[in-house]
């Protein structure tokens, strides 16, 4: 990633919704900034006096950057004291006087400052200007986004299955999605552009879809990664059809070495493991610019015109109940951001800033880096073990042509072959980051799904009823797992709102299921997916 960094955020104003363009700064936020001239004394602001929080001192233990989180699994090996008093020494100035007091919505100066060293040193923007924000983690980070940038209304440029939160924020502002082909590699660049150039002769007098919202690594709930060159190819589309790209990377740091099946490893070493990234390995020494040259460089890296809000956030690193995030955008947009901040949140929490900025001072950048380090590694082991199980639980085979996944998955002991797959169940890919696996099923060879979809075409077009039974097929199936007591998240949830009252995009005969492994242990991934081959045995029968 080598920028010069000498350019600055092109004017992207027009971009911002009416809303944003009318919102004047909240005067009250305004005074802050002359409270802390020297010599000043305030009688304007309502600030409650810091005597009287009933907080003395916060003292907490923090796991060491490189605990052993494999061999230890809940307990710090050696942990570090971080303290958090109540007013400021010159050694500390992290206080709960300051934390639990009102404060300019930007929040800790010294958590910011950390925060865009960071960003330096591991995204290293492609402009110089670029401003971060935090805020309360992606979701309030994405309400904020939208709020800015979207009209009622709007199309938005989605990825053909979604995060659904990011969509449920939207539909009632009556927006709708526009889903983008993807596949095991996550969006498919030529499908973006098709949609756009086309977008004025398949919907004319139509406003064309000025922002896309996507999950670049580890992609919710796909699993799918997208590589640097999609990313420019992406990249460049949206310079040339003046789209704003809202990359929401909550797993950036989750990216893994290639899957590789039991049968066909030679040990348990992976063969491109690299050593100088997996902390078990005994050559390792912890080098962070090792681990900043092995992740894909992201959508924020490549811009060079302050088109890109970044959304990053503590919830997958630090903890999801520590409510903070932070945008890193253009001044413009972080400006209106700033002002949407001061009406609705005010700041993030200051007991999870205060926190997060003792870890983070403690750790410093180097631990925080060594941490993504373990967690990478844990994560990596997880999807090792789903994929594993899997692997044990059905026969694994490679995709035949027409199926884009890694392998498709086909009843144990069957007799399917290399060349002829008599029986697909389900096809999927071995994630490359994230927490999630994605399994597509072949409803054409099941035979309840045939015989509910001959009872259904009595009674309307074939399309329709192919699309309605697959609906109803899915939704039995995912009771009788849940009956099995295994819970996997239905498809359904993912795909995008494309019309009005909530009209979804489905595609007739196949359906989709994704697994978590970030979660259960191995000894419940092994009984869940044992269930879940059951069910595929009675329903297959
Ligand atoms: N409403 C009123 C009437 C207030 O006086 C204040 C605090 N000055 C607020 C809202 C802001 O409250 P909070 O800090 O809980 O967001
Ligand atoms: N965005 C994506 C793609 C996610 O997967 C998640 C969590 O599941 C979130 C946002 C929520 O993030 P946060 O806890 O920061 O609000």
New binding site residues.
């Given amino acids: 990633h080598t920028t010069t960094m000498s350019c600055k955020a092109i004017d992207l104003s027009h971009h911002l919704n009416e809303l944003s363009r009318s919102r004047v700064a909240s005067p009250?936020k305004d005074i802050i900034k002359y409270m802390g001239e020297p010599g000043m004394i305030s009688l304007a602001g309502?600030l409650p006096h810091p005597s009287l929080f009933p907080f003395g001192e916060v003292n907490t233990k923090i796991y060491a950057p490189d605990a052993d989180l494999q061999s230890t699994g809940c307990t710090p090996n050696s942990p570090v004291d971080v303290s958090i008093p109540k007013y400021a020494s010159p050694s500390n100035k992290n206080t709960l006087s300051s934390a639990l007091q009102?404060g300019t919505s930007h929040g800790s100066a010294a958590l910011s400052s950390f925060i865009r060293a960071f960003t330096s040193r591991v995204m290293n923007p492609g402009y110089s200007d670029f401003d971060i924000l935090l805020n309360s983690g992606n979701t309030d980070a994405w309400n904020k986004v939208v709020n800015i940038l979207c009209e009622y209304g709007d199309y938005i440029l989605v990825e053909e299955y979604t995060y659904p939160s990011s969509q449920a924020l939207w539909a009632p502002m009556r927006c709708k999605g526009v889903p983008i082909l993807i596949d095991k590699d996550g969006m498919v660049p030529e499908a973006l552009e098709v949609v756009l150039r086309d977008w004025d002769r398949v919907h004319p007098g139509v406003k064309r879809p000025h922002l896309l919202y996507l999950v670049p690594v580890g992609q919710n709930p796909t699993g799918a990664t997208l590589s640097l060159e999609r990313k420019k190819a992406i990249y460049n589309i949206c310079v040339e059809y003046d789209v704003i790209i809202c990359e929401d990377d909550p797993y950036y740091f989750l990216q893994f070495p290639k899957y590789v099946l039991p049968s066909q490893r030679n040990s348990e070493q992976y063969p491109d493991a690299n050593e100088h990234l997996n902390p078990n390995s005994p050559g390792f020494e912890f080098d962070e610019q090792t681990l900043i040259d092995s992740l894909i460089p992201t959508f924020l890296s490549l811009d060079v015109q302050g088109r890109v809000i970044r959304l990053d956030t503590f919830s997958k690193t630090l903890g999801p109940g520590n409510r903070l995030g932070y945008f890193i955008c253009n001044p413009v947009f972080a400006e209106r951001l700033l002002r949407a901040t001061e009406v609705t949140?005010?700041a993030a929490s200051g007991w999870s800033q205060a926190h997060v900025e003792g870890l983070l001072t403690s750790w410093g950048q180097k631990g925080f880096l060594r941490w993504m380090i373990a967690m990478r590694d844990t994560y990596t082991t997880r999807r090792e073990w789903m994929c594993d199980i899997i692997a044990e639980s059905f026969d694994l085979v490679p995709s035949p042509e027409g199926i884009v996944d890694d392998v498709v998955a086909v009843q144990k002991d069957h007799g399917s072959t290399k060349d002829a797959i008599t029986v697909p169940l389900f096809s999927f890919s071995f994630p490359k980051g994230g927490m999630f696996l994605w399994i597509k099923l072949y409803l054409s060879s099941n035979s309840i799904y045939q015989t509910m979809l001959k009872e259904s075409q009595s009674s309307g077009t074939t399309a329709e009823a192919a699309v309605a039974t697959t609906i109803e097929w899915a939704e039995a199936f995912w009771m009788d797992l849940i009956k099995e007591k295994v819970l996997l998240t239905p498809g359904s949830y993912y795909t995008p709102i494309i019309g009005a009252g909530g009209m979804k995009h489905t595609q007739p005969g196949v359906t989709f299921f994704r697994l978590a492994f970030s979660f259960e242990t191995r000894e419940e991934m092994k009984l869940g997916i044992e269930r879940m081959a059951k069910v595929f045995e009675r329903w297959w029968m």
């Fill in positions: 009250l309502g009102y949140t005010q």
